[in-house]
């Protein structure tokens, strides 16, 4: 007879309530590691998506994700030229807000060459962009509907498709435009901002008595065009040819280019160790502490449950039970209370998980683990109980 | 003393708890002897150390001095033989009865007799048929599935009577068995123990206060002090 079934059947209420609570608690700790996960995902999306062998960027620089990179967009034919690239594409980034709707809406902005690499991994619906200027790719997770119209620095866009699911290293969905568009949302000035520079050009070529009035009014007039370079990027990404050697192409870019390659998996590392490690070590005490809370709870609870059974344990010793019948019945108890409770957590957050406003992502390995650590919580957590048990005299069950 | 002919045998059990300035004696030099089929008594007001004579013969409480002999094993000999098996010996030879009939909760008047079986290695059919045949004989063949909260008190003490005959133990201890019961229900309880100490041959031995259930014993060891004095 398994004396721990019976007492959860005969206490069905008070065992389901407790379990669910535990279960909300391993719910949180799931939801925990599948946000850690998620954070890799999505920092890593970007990288997946490009598919590049080598990220060229500026020299002494991490970039473009975890620092700031800036470069001339010709790079792209010298890196083009390096033995054993196959293609070369320059990408500009850059984090954009703009109100629609009456809400702050928040996306990546990523502008490649539209003949070259870097651009959107697969189109879910509409198409790719066609024309050089005013079309856009938004991911799924913008919410925008092919044909929809958004105005980004002087222009209208349009967007023409639709992407899968890609964010940025900080969660932000991603949309792309032509590299000539993005460079002009980047750099191009207003009227207004055109006017302000021509006057303060005006006011410091005033004061340069050296030069002629002829080349004061040549260099007023085109002062800005010859300033206001766009044709900035922040990253070259090249792919290698098949059976090319990634640090040979890597040696020759960084000495004979003065930039610095770095390899897909070097930049894997930048992105998982270095910009979401603090985030991570935060999840992961964050887990800690509530898997420590799990077991003080499991502990409490079987402690109480112990103290509450006192005299059935004594009654049991006194008619004979072997203490094996009275460890089974807290184990077993402790044991099932982990197992629904983490059926619970597990039941909730898959419910739940696409409802996050970032991704989550269960892996399997992460669930099996942790189920492993409740079932540990659970046995050392019922010591408490058990110890309790053990010193029970039998004569606890006599008297009134 | 014939021990063997006895199913108790207790001879000049001493029982005393801590030591120097704060030794109490609970039990001097009690002797005693219940053969089987003798319903017997213990009787004496609270304090007077029945229910620690019943815990030394019920090998819950080691005995000082003294011994204690159960269905022709000696048990204790100044302190508990050595390897003697107590959780055994309880399991097999007692069976226990309670004021407040310690049912399980959580377990149905069929499943409290059941667990005293299986814990004594009866396979789960063998427990059920058992418990099943002893429930019905005792009038509650209509309440297996009862759990204790929804029994009457004596329905409940009953049940209690039942899981101790399980094992049908040489010797059944009850400790104040009548003292949570109405008269009825006490004198129907102590009836059903007489009938049960002749039909089983089993001896038992009650510890009470409670004189209006006097008349059924077959014989009264009245306890006063710590000692038997009549």
């Given at each position: 007879?398994?004396?721990?079934?019976?007492?959860?059947?005969?206490?069905?209420?008070?065992?389901?309530?407790?379990?669910?609570?535990?279960?909300?608690?391993?719910?949180?700790?799931?939801?925990?590691?599948?946000?850690?996960?998620?954070?890799?995902?999505?920092?890593?999306?970007?990288?997946?998506?490009?598919?590049?062998?080598?990220?060229?960027?500026?020299?002494?620089?991490?970039?473009?994700?975890?620092?700031?990179?800036?470069?001339?967009?010709?790079?792209?034919?010298?890196?083009?030229?390096?033995?054993?690239?196959?293609?070369?594409?320059?990408?500009?980034?850059?984090?954009?807000?703009?109100?629609?709707?009456?809400?702050?809406?928040?996306?990546?902005?990523?502008?490649?060459?539209?003949?070259?690499?870097?651009?959107?991994?697969?189109?879910?619906?509409?198409?790719?962009?066609?024309?050089?200027?005013?079309?856009?790719?938004?991911?799924?997770?913008?919410?925008?509907?092919?044909?929809?119209?958004?105005?980004?620095?002087?222009?209208?866009?349009?967007?023409?498709?639709?992407?899968?699911?890609?964010?940025?290293?900080?969660?932000?969905?991603?949309?792309?435009?032509?590299?000539?568009?993005?460079?002009?949302?980047?750099?191009?000035?207003?009227?207004?901002?055109?006017?302000?520079?021509r006057a303060r050009v005006a006011a410091n070529l005033a004061d340069l008595q050296s030069l002629a009035p002829a080349q004061k009014n040549y260099l007023r007039q085109n002062i800005t065009a010859i300033t206001e370079s766009t044709h900035t990027v922040n990253t070259v990404i090249a792919r290698l040819a098949p059976g090319a050697d990634l640090r040979e192409a890597q040696e020759r870019i960084r000495r004979w280019n003065h930039f610095k390659p770095v390899s897909d998996a070097e930049q894997t590392n930048l992105l998982a160790k270095g910009m979401i490690e603090k985030a991570r070590m935060q999840l992961g005490l964050f887990r800690v502490i509530l898997l420590v809370i799990s077991a003080v709870i499991i502990s409490l609870i079987i402690y109480t449950s112990t103290l509450d059974k006192i005299k059935v344990i004594a009654t049991l010793k006194l008619i004979g039970a072997q203490n094996r019948v009275i460890i089974g019945m807290i184990l077993q108890q402790s044991l099932l209370m982990g197992i629904i409770a983490y059926g619970i957590g597990y039941g909730l957050i898959l419910l739940t998980y696409e409802k996050f406003p970032r991704r989550i992502v269960l892996e399997s390995s992460d669930l099996q683990m942790l189920f492993g650590i409740v079932m540990a919580i659970c046995v050392i957590s019922s010591f408490v109980g058990i110890r309790k048990a053990l010193g029970v005299e039998p004569a606890e069950a006599l008297g009134g | 003393m014939d021990k063997n002919r006895y199913a108790i045998a207790v001879e000049k059990l001493t029982k005393m708890y801590g030591n120097g300035e704060t030794e109490v004696t609970a039990i001097a030099d009690a002797t005693l002897q219940v053969q089987p089929g003798e319903l017997v008594a213990l009787l004496g007001p609270s304090g007077s150390g029945k229910t620690t004579l019943l815990t030394c013969i019920g090998l819950i409480n080691e005995p000082t001095r003294g011994k204690v002999v159960i269905d022709g094993i000696t048990v204790a000999d100044d302190g508990w033989k050595n390897g003697i098996d107590l959780k055994r010996l309880r399991r097999e030879k007692l069976g226990f009865i309670f004021q407040a009939h310690n049912l399980i909760p959580f377990l149905t008047a069929q499943e409290n007799v059941m667990i005293a079986l299986e814990i004594n290695h009866l396979s789960k059919n063998e427990a059920k048929n058992r418990a099943i045949d002893l429930l019905t004989s005792l009038n509650l063949g209509h309440r297996l599935n009862n759990f204790p909260s929804a029994l009457s008190g004596g329905e409940a003490q009953r049940v209690a009577i039942a899981r101790a005959l399980a094992n049908k133990p040489k010797v059944i201890l009850a400790d104040e068995p009548t003292a949570a019961l109405d008269t009825d229900n006490g004198k129907n309880v102590m009836a059903l123990l007489k009938k049960l100490a002749v039909e089983n041959r089993s001896a038992i031995l009650v510890v009470t206060h409670d004189h209006r259930m006097v008349e059924g014993f077959d014989r009264i060891f009245q306890v006063s002090d710590g000692r038997i004095v009549d």
């Open positions: 007879m398994n004396l721990a079934i019976r007492d959860i059947r005969y206490h069905r209420g008070r065992f389901i309530l407790t379990s669910i609570g535990l279960g909300l608690l391993l719910g949180v700790v799931m939801s925990m590691g599948g946000i850690y996960r998620g954070l890799i995902a999505d920092a890593l999306s970007i990288l997946h998506a490009s598919k590049a062998d080598i990220w060229v960027v500026q020299q002494n620089s991490n970039g473009p994700f975890a620092e700031s990179s800036r470069m001339p967009e010709d790079i792209k034919y010298r890196i083009q030229a390096v033995p054993g690239v196959a293609a070369a594409s320059p990408l500009s980034f850059q984090t954009i807000q703009v109100e629609r709707q009456g809400k702050p809406f928040r996306f990546f902005l990523i502008g490649y060459e539209l003949r070259g690499i870097g651009g959107p991994s697969e189109i879910v619906s509409g198409r790719d962009i066609r024309q050089k200027h005013y079309e856009m790719v938004v991911a799924r997770a913008m919410g925008m509907q092919v044909g929809e119209k958004i105005h980004l620095g002087l222009h209208d866009y349009t967007v023409v498709g639709i992407t899968g699911k890609i964010v940025s290293s900080s969660g932000d969905p991603v949309a792309y435009v032509s590299l000539a568009d993005a460079q002009d949302i980047q750099f191009k000035k207003d009227n207004d901002a055109i006017r302000n520079e | -």
